[in-house]
């Protein structure tokens, strides 16, 4: 599962405490919307795919809700978003919600993610489920996900380290993007 996203209002510096990642977070989410539910792919316990979905939310509006422009530049050249034809085409995600994930999580039956930006995703999920602000502090925040979630892996984290795992991963992207 990805999300995409409007980019960073606040950054955090490498190395900076938990809780100052957690405040930037906070901020950034209670501030920009959610683009895009990307990659959503369900599988069973025996890890056989069964469906694989993209939801494309109607939400942001390019000219009146924050964003970053830095972002919204590589949304467009590097990722095709059009922001018009999302406003028209796209989901609500207050019907997203009521509609399709408020069913499939209180059917408590999907029990662990696997991510690409784990905190962002983790915290656009989140949002995106059942809460209209960031909770107050990393550790709500982490009770709240896990309590929701389950387990959730980072797959950019995991790979850092591993250079072979990285090859494949970047070319799998590329395959993916040109699918």
Known sequence: MDIEFLGFLRSTTRGAPEEHLYQDLKFNLNHLK?????????????????????????????????SSPTSIQYLKNNKGFEFMKQRKDGIPSIEFRRALFLPIFSSNQITKWNTFHHIYDVAYLLKLMMIRT????????????????????????????????????IFSQKLWIGL
């Open 34 to 66: 959610i683009l895009q539910l990307a990659g959503l792919t369900l599988m069973d316990e025996n890890e056989h795919v069964g469906l694989y979905w993209v939801f494309t939310f109607s939400d942001f509006n390019e000219q009146k809700d924050f």
């Open 134 to 169: 960031m909770l107050e502090s990393m550790v709500e925040f982490a009770i709240i996900a896990q309590r929701h979630l389950g387990t959730a892996n980072d797959l950019k984290h995991m790979i850092r380290n591993c250079e072979h795992l990285t090859f494949i991963v």
